[in-house]
């Protein structure tokens, strides 16, 4: 089974808009972290957000913020009042405490179209 | 916050010589660097890790041979591709991870990343 799943191989969104973008993912260990990566075209991975999975509270981070629901294994990003320069490729990842490996999804596409 | 350098940025080289690739992190001590590798328009995928001062761990599919991982410092981590060719043209990327970093052993900080091109 794919530890982190994205659904959305591409996604449009106006500027100024809100946009979210989908992740979820599995795994049987109680602790673990979830991250939020932005790809531009550079290639350099920024990273945007981090959920805790004992964090009692939603991660904001500015126009970022990540929808954590547990129990349904989601952990979808919302992106508030897109920017031109969101335009990139977003990656979802999760570290487990037991074990060294992150595992990735396979990324959205985000364009944001002025 | 945490740095790790990459170099070099790009590289082309001729197929059946060998290109070595540096990551560094320049601001903290790494007990675990990771080593990925990037098609274009997809995910990374871990080649394999490395923790200082022990021999790495390969992913299934990764030949340890071909793609020799050093980690011999706390700050160091190289990646040598031998006897490259063209099918090894990929965007490599390594990242950093330390017990003791902002989000505890879960954070991860990567480089820049090399663009390798094999002619």
């Known amino acids: 089974a794919q530890k982190i799943t994205q659904t959305q191989p591409g996604m449009f969104v106006q500027e100024k808009e809100a946009v979210t973008l989908d992740c979820t993912y599995d795994t049987s260990d109680p602790s673990y972290g979830l991250f939020w990566y932005k790809q531009p075209s550079s290639g350099e991975m920024i990273f945007l957000i981090y959920?805790?999975?004992?964090?009692?509270q939603n991660a904001t981070e500015g126009r970022y913020s990540l929808n954590f629901q547990k129990a349904r294994k989601s952990a979808n990003l919302v992106i508030s009042a897109s920017q031109l320069g969101d335009s990139a490729m977003y990656f979802c990842?999760?570290?487990?405490?037991?074990?060294?490996?992150?595992?990735f999804g396979t990324g959205t596409s985000l364009t944001v179209i002025p | 916050g945490a740095v790790v350098s990459q170099h070099p940025s790009w590289v082309i080289c001729k197929s059946g010589t060998s290109v070595k690739i540096e990551c560094r992190s320049l601001?903290?001590?790494?007990?675990?660097m990771f080593w990925y590798r990037q098609f274009p328009k997809q995910s990374l995928m871990l080649m394999a890790t490395?923790?200082?001062?022990?021999?790495?761990?390969?992913e299934q599919g990764v030949e340890k041979d071909k793609f020799l991982i050093n980690h011999a410092s706390l700050t160091l981590s190289t990646l040598t591709v031998t006897s490259a060719h063209p099918e090894d043209s990929s965007f490599y990327i390594c990242s950093a991870s330390w017990a003791s970093g902002t989000r505890g052993l879960y954070e991860q900080y990567f480089g820049p990343g090399t663009r390798l091109t094999v002619t």
């Open positions: 601001d903290f001590q790494a007990t675990t």
């Open positions: 490395s923790n200082e001062g022990s021999k790495a761990t390969y």
């Open positions: 959920q805790g999975s004992y964090d009692q």
């Open positions: 990842a999760m570290r487990e405490k037991t074990g060294n490996q992150f595992y």
